[in-house]
C-alpha cells in the first residue's frame, strides 16, 4: 500500500507540470512505476483525474448553447471577445500519459507484455481525448508522441500539424486501446474499457467527418465518407455487445416514490448507483468518500449559478406521444405551460420543472419554476441533473452519480454517421432513433419511430438549420439535442455542422402569458403563481407580491424580461442580455484562437506558430 501511495503522489505531481518538457520522476521512482503491473496501474488511475467531475457533468453546457438562456454568457460570443483574453493552452496532462507510454516501451519495463498493452491501451485512450478536445478547440495543433526533453527545441516549438495528422492519430489510438484494453466492466463502469474506446471513437470520427463536409474541407487522406465509416463501424462495435442496453427501469433510490417527472431517462442522472446497463463511463457518487456534485445548487439558486433555463424555441421542438409535432397544433404558440407538457415526449419533464412536478420538502414554490426570484428566467429551469429535495438545495452534497459516455450517445453517432453516407436503413432507424423515442413514450408509428421520416418539420429547419432539406438528417438533429440537452454536446455539434449563427439565430423566448397584471397558474391546482406586469413592486396588489415578475419596456437599456404580444393572444416572455450573443461574419468562432502570448512566446525563440483564421 505504501508502494502504491507513493506512486500516485508521484502522479499527481506529474499532473501538476503544465509544459512539456519538465521533470517527470527520478530513476528510482521508475522502477516503483514500471517495475511491476500493480506500478503501471497505480500511475495509470492518475489519469482520471483527467476526467470531469459530477459539477463538470452537470454544468458541461454552460451557457454558450444556443438554446440556453441565462443571466450571464460566455464572452467567447460576444463582441467584445478579444483574441488575448484565451490563455489556456496546457500541455502537463499529455506529458503525464506519454510519460507512462515512453516508459513501458523502456528497458526499465519488466511487465508481462499483456500488461503492458493493457496499460498503454489506457494511455491512449486518455492521449486521444486529450487531442480531441484540442481538435476541437483549436484545429491542426502540434502533435507529441513522447515526452520531450530541453534539447529538442525544434520539436517543442514545431508548428501546428493538420488536421490530417491529428485524427489519425486519435483513430490510432483509440484501434490501439480497443484492442488491448483487457477491461470490459467495472465497478460502476468508471474504469475504461474497450467500450469506452469504440464509443469515443465513433465520437471523435463523427466529429471530423462532419467538419470536414459541411465546412469544405475534405482532403484526400481523409473523406468525410471515410470518417464517417470509421464512426458507425465503432459504434456498431458497441451495439453488437449484448450487455450494454438503453436503460428502461426508473431508479429505485427517489426521495419522492411517485414523482411524475422521473422516468427511466431522468434515472440516469438521477440514481446513486450509476444505470451501468446504458453508462459505458462514469462517475460515481460516494458521500462518504467526497465524491458529490452541486447541481441542485447550480439550478437552483438565483445567485450561485448562472440562472441557466432553455428556450421555448427548443421546447417546441419536443414531439408529441402520437409522434406528431407540437409546432403543426393549431395556435400552438398561444398553448399554455401546462397544456404544452400533456401528452409530449416524456423527456421534456424529466428535463425540466413541468406542471407535475414534486420536491421533497418543498412548499408550492418549489414546485414551480421560479421567475419570481430570477433562478428562472425563462421559466424552463432544468431538473435532468436535480435530486428532489430541497435539503441538497445550497450544498454540494448531491449524491445523484452522473455518466461521461452512454449508450444513447453511440446510437446517434450511429444513426447520423450512415444517414451522412445514405446507407440507413428503416431497421437502422428503428433500433436506434426508434428505440430512444419508444423510451421516451411516444408511439410506434411509420416515419417517426419504426422507419424513417419522408417530410420536414418547417419549424425545425427554419428555427435551427435552414439549410438542411433532408428530413433524416433533421429529425435525427433532432433527436440528438434533446437527448443529450445539458451535457454538453451542443457546442461542438453546431460547430461540426457549421450552425454557428444559430448562437444569434435562436429566440431567447420563455413561457406563454396568458395576460399581464392578472395572476395565473403553471400547475393544476389551486394555487396562481406567477403576475407578470410592467408596475413597480410597490404599485403591484399585495395578494400578488409574492408571484411578481417585473419586466422592462422594450426600449430599456436594462438587462432582463421583456414581453411579446402573442399573435394568438396573450404574451410571451423573452429575455435579453446588456451585452448581446455576436457571431462574427467571418466565421472565426468555429476555432478559438491560439493564444497571443504562446504565439509571441514561439517568436521570441525564434519559431512560429500559426493563428487561426480571424484572430
Sequence with gaps: ????????????????????????????????????????????????????????LTSAEGT???????????????????????????????????????????????????????????????????????LQTYGGVPWFDHCLNSTELDEMYKNRDSRDVIISHIIEDLDFAAEHITTTSSTGNTRISKNAAYALKSRACLFEASWRKYHNEETTEWTATKLFREAADAASRVMADNSVNLNSRRCDDAYLDDNPSLGAYRSLFYSKKMMTDEVILGVQASLDELVTGSANWYYNSATYGDCLCL?????????????????????????????????????????????????NGGNWKDRRPDIVNGTAVTGYQPIKFVEDDVSKNGTNK???????????????????????????????????????????????????????????????????????????????????????????????????????????????????????NAQFSVNDDDTKDFYVTYDDYADVPSYAQ???????PEDSPEQGLRVDENPDGGYDLRYVLAIPRKWHDDDRQYLHPIPPLVVREYASRGYKLDQNPGW
Excluded at 448553447?65 to 467567447?76: E, H, L, Q, R
Excluded at 463582441?79 to 489556456?88: C, D, I, P, V
Excluded at 409535432?325 to 400533456?342: L, V
Excluded at 423510451?439 to 420536414?456: D, L, N, Y
Aim: charged fraction near 25%; proline fraction near 3%; aromatic fraction near 12%.
Design 311 to 359: 428556450s421555448r424555441a427548443l421546447i417546441f421542438t419536443y414531439l408529441c406521444k402520437d409522434g406528431t409535432r407540437f409546432t403543426d397544433k393549431s395556435r400552438y404558440q398561444a398553448i399554455s405551460f401546462i397544456n404544452e407538457f400533456t401528452d409530449r415526449d416524456e423527456r421534456l419533464a424529466q428535463t425540466v420543472k413541468g406542471p407535475h412536478y414534486q420536491i
Design 64 to 134: 454558450s448553447a444556443d438554446y440556453i438562456v441565462a443571466k450571464s454568457i460566455n464572452s467567447f460570443y460576444t463582441e467584445g471577445y478579444s483574441a488575448e483574453s484565451n490563455t489556456s493552452w496546457g500541455w502537463g496532462n499529455l506529458r503525464n500519459i506519454n510519460f507512462l507510454i515512453d516508459g513501458i516501451h523502456s528497458d526499465d519495463c519488466t511487465v508481462p507484455q499483456e500488461d503492458k498493452d493493457h496499460y498503454e491501451g489506457i494511455a491512449r485512450w486518455f492521449r486521444a481525448r486529450f487531442y480531441l478536445g484540442k
Design 546 to 552: 409574492n408571484k411578481y415578475v417585473h419586466v422592462l
Design 398 to 516: 448531491n449524491e445523484n452519480s452522473q455518466p461521461i459516455i452512454r449508450y444513447a450517445e453511440v446510437l446517434l453517432n450511429y444513426a447520423e454517421a450512415k444517414a451522412e453516407l445514405g446507407e440507413l436503413s428503416d431497421a437502422d432507424w428503428s433500433n436506434t432513433i426508434g428505440a430512444l423515442r419508444r423510451r421516451a413514450g411516444i408511439q410506434e408509428k411509420p416515419g417517426v419511430t419504426s422507419s424513417k421520416p419522408t417530410t420536414v418539420d418547417n419549424y425545425l429547419q427554419q428555427t435551427f438549420y435552414p439549410d438542411i432539406n433532408d428530413p433524416v438528417i433533421l429529425e435525427i438533429r433532432r433527436e440528438r439535442t434533446l437527448e443529450l440537452v445539458l451535457e454538453g454536446f451542443r457546442v461542438d455539434d453546431l460547430n461540426r455542422w457549421k450552425e454557428g449563427e444559430c448562437f444569434e439565430r435562436v429566440p431567447m423566448t420563455g413561457l406563454h402569458v396568458p395576460s399581464l
Design 1 to 56: 500500500m505504501k508502494k502504491y501511495m507513493t506512486i500516485l503522489a508521484l502522479a499527481v505531481a506529474a499532473l501538476q507540470a503544465c509544459s512539456l518538457e519538465e521533470e517527470m520522476v527520478s530513476s528510482g521512482s521508475r522502477e516503483l512505476v514500471f517495475g511491476s503491473s500493480s506500478g503501471l496501474e497505480a500511475y495509470s488511475l492518475s489519469f482520471y483525474n483527467q476526467l470531469p467531475s459530477l459539477s463538470d
